[in-house]
């Protein structure tokens, strides 16, 4: 069993005194400085959160997507669907997963629509493994800009259905495209020859898929909230990061960490693929944020979104607080969590009900664990 050792002590010491003097350092340079929260603002907001399932099966990859929307009523998404085992598949199962937030988010009806995590983030997610020698390769074997023109126009009648569905309270079955078989006879029909890359043009669409999401939520007065972020928008170069700056800063300012707000302008440092023009809103989009604290001696917490952050979006943001969060959200994330515990429930029933022929491909190598 380990023991607190002098040693030890003072090594944790030193460093807190190393990132306490860069903190002092870096927040002696800066101009901004925290203002004050208005008074709340009565309007009506909604919170999009999603959640999911995977089950890694010796045969085949079963997942779960969940997503709802909470504020004046309840609207969700709940998709049960499968992968062959694949690279990447992690990645690929978050990316539905926003996918689905998304398309979610930009059905909303209320004046705010609060999207969990960063905009910065949804914009420069292409996914690593679409790498150039993909699309080489893709093009060499496709059709690809007139594949990619004919999916986007599908996806517009496509999104029309989510709609419809999402409205009735019937959104239960798998939303992505690239799961249909209008894919298959995309992907068979648009081929140069004989062969095919089945698996990475599906991998690009599902992507086309997600920008084709972001897209149509940017449509919407989408603020984006980040819990927890390492962000250097004030501490370039530095080894510390802007949350710490921003308390020391309150400190100073307020004699304690009160509750407050620092507009700032994000930059955005990667660039989009090229065929995110064939998007106008998200090509076109400029990120505006805002650090706030909600309540005194709170976290504070990063806004971004497409229009400004004004003091208006905030006072609308405090109506909605409570103990230094925002209510839509936490229902938001419970909803997502509680639906995707009974969508689990499903998956298992499903895993159970099959012929006894296909039980080897649906063993699980943790099961020794779970027991």
């Known amino acids: 069993m ?26 002696k340079s800066l101009k901004h400085r925290w203002r004050e929260l208005p008074e709340p603002e009565i309007c009506s907001i909604c919170g999009v959160d999603g959640s999911r399932g995977i089950e890694r099966l010796s045969g085949l990859v079963f997942y779960i ?36 937030e998304y398309r979610l988010g930009s059905l909303a009806e209320e004046e705010i629509v609060l999207m969990d995590g960063t905009l910065r983030g949804a914009i420069i997610r292409p996914p690593a493994y679409l790498d150039r020698d993909v699309y080489t390769t893709l093009s060499n ?29 019937v959104a239960r079955k798998n ?30 669409l599902e992507y086309i898929e997600y920008l084709h999401a972001l897209d149509k939520l940017l449509e919407r007065n989408a603020v984006f909230v980040a819990k927890s972020f390492y962000t250097n928008e004030f501490t370039a170069n ?22 407050g707000y620092i507009q700032f302008k994000p930059e955005l440092k990667k660039s989009l693929p090229w065929y995110a023009k064939k998007f106008r809103n998200l ?29 208006e979006t905030i006072a609308k943001l405090c109506s909605f607080e409570a103990d230094g969060y925002l209510i839509p959200l936490i229902h938001a ?38 027991r």
């Not at 990619?148 to 309270?169: H, S, T």
């Not at 990120?287 to 229009?307: P, Q, T, W």
């Not at 009974?342 to 190598?365: C, Q, R, T, W």
């Open 65 to 100: 997507i969940s997503a709802a929307s909470v504020g004046e009523d309840i609207r969700e998404m709940h998709e049960v669907t499968t992968l062959r085992p694949h690279m990447h598949i992690e990645e690929r199962i978050r990316l539905h997963m926003h996918t689905s």
């Open 333 to 370: 994330h419970r909803h997502a969590e509680i639906r995707r515990r009974e969508l689990k429930n499903i998956m298992n029933a499903m895993l159970s009900a099959v012929d006894p022929k296909y039980a080897f491909l649906l063993k699980k190598g943790r099961e020794p664990l779970e």
């Open 283 to 311: 090509t076109k989009a400029e990120v505006f944020g805002a650090f706030v604290r909600f309540a005194d001696g709170g976290n504070i917490y990063m806004l971004e979104s497409s229009k400004p952050v004004e003091e």
């Open 141 to 169: 074997l496709y059709d690809l800009e007139g594949i990619i023109d004919d999916f986007i126009m599908v996806l517009d009648r496509w999104y029309e259905e989510i709609a419809e569905d999402v409205v009735k309270g």
């Open 238 to 259: 530095s080894s510390i990061t802007d949350s710490a700056v921003l308390d020391y800063l309150a400190r100073e300012q307020f004699g304690e960490e009160k509750a």
């Open 175 to 204: 939303y992505l495209l690239t799961r249909s078989e209008y894919f298959d006879g995309i992907e068979i029909g648009c081929r140069k020859g004989g062969e095919g890359d089945r698996d990475n043009l599906m991998i690009l």
């Open 2 to 27: 380990w023991r607190l050792s002098d040693e030890l002590l003072r090594e944790f010491e030193r460093t807190l005194e190393e990132s306490y003097s860069s903190v002092v350092s870096v927040a």
